[in-house]
């Protein structure tokens, strides 16, 4: 069997596609106004945001895409790693803040509730 992640793979995205063609059509309609309308944002913006973005949902083809395309751009390593950086800072950041939610699970597993238990959601439910 071939590497899940071979770049080779990416020559069969048509393939996939056809399965559900209004859908991908739709997507790719999304994608071209992104990254090719008009924008405030310059295209080199857009692809250091994509890759960073990449590398946070770990998606190996993304990250190999938009870094060349990034590059191509003018784009450094100094900028990517600045990028990648405050990507791993927020996403670190939004670990600690939803450690609150554990925080207050565990408390009410100890019977004691938070002051304003009003703002407590009775019925969490875990989408990830």
């Known amino acids: ?3 899940y992640y071979s770049p080779a793979n990416l020559e069969r995205i048509s393939d996939l596609m056809k399965r559900s063609p209004a859908a991908a059509e739709a997507y790719l309609q999304f ?16 692809e250091l945001i994509a890759l ?12 190999d895409v938009h870094v060349k395309k990034f590059k191509a751009l003018d784009g ?11 990507a791993a800072s927020t996403r670190a950041g939004a670990i600690l ?12 597993a100890n019977g004691k509730l938070p002051k304003d238990d009003s ?3 009775r ?3 875990c989408f990830c």
């Open 52 to 63: 960073t973005v990449a590398h946070v949902t770990g998606c190996p083809y993304c990250i």
């Open 76 to 86: 450094t390593m100094e900028e990517i790693m600045e990028a990648l950086l405050v």
């Open 1 to 3: 069997m071939n590497s």
């Open 97 to 108: 803040s939803h450690g609150l939610n554990a925080l207050i699970s565990h408390e009410e």
């Open 123 to 125: 019925d969490p439910q």
């Open 119 to 121: 703002k407590v959601d």
């Open 31 to 46: 994608e071209r106004q992104v990254y090719e309308a008009p924008s405030l944002l310059s295209q080199k913006m857009k």
